[in-house]
């Protein structure tokens, strides 16, 4: 896969799909890498044009000195667009991803066609939360936190259900940088964005999952009751909604995309 050279750090990126087709950006979560959107690949690539890459700190993308911040991370995004040479896209973002997109849908629109907020919210939990699990992955390593934090993404049924797919997420979280991980648990941790997501006037999606203990349904229902004209969409899921509740998470999409 390939890596554009930013001036701050070096991401990697897959560009797949169909050539010359409207851009779909998917965006990670955090403790992830592009991977998590195997499935949506598939599902889209034969009309789209599908751009996925590694947010900086986790994957095959640089780990530089951290903290970061969501605006940093965001940025990262428009130097790759400009890399490609890719004007405007719609962006697709889970989590640590959806905030990513609230910063480009407040300071970018002119880069957006649409936009897919996805198992996130303007403010996600408190800076004592994040501070325990900084000094904890700092000090203990990932594998410390990745099991309760897996334990979170997906529901008790699915994890029954699924094992392969729960243990294969949960490789790639302890494989995660732990530089990374704290330096992005930062920027999710100082992101608030409660008083500005009205100002988004790019065309929005919210997607939430039903049992997220993460991003409870109750932070979607306020980006879509806040975002003018947002469509809502609450899934039979927990936190990687995308992975869990997969064909009603490409229905949405590919339905909100058609219109």
Known sequence: MPFAPLPEARIHYALTGRENASVLVFSNSLGTNFSMWDIQAAAFDSRLCILRYDTRGHGQSGVTPGPYSIEQLARDVLGLLDHLHLDRVSFCGLSMGGQIGQWLGLHAANRLDKLILCNTGAKIGNDEGWNARIVAVRSKGMKEVAPAVVARWFTPGFQQQHPDTVSGTLRILEATAP??????????????????????????????????????????????????????????????????????????IASFLAV
Do not use: M
């Open 179 to 252: 530089e990374g991980y704290a330096a992005c648990c930062a920027a999710v941790r100082d992101f608030d964005a409660r008083d500005a997501v009205s100002r988004i006037s790019v065309p929005t999606l919210v997607i939430t999952g039903a049992y997220d203990p993460a991003t409870p349904p109750a932070e979607g229902r306020f980006l879509a009751a806040k975002i003018p004209g947002a469509r809502y969409a609450e899934l039979n899921a927990a936190h990687l909604s995308n992975i869990e509740d997969r064909d009603r998470f490409n229905q949405e």
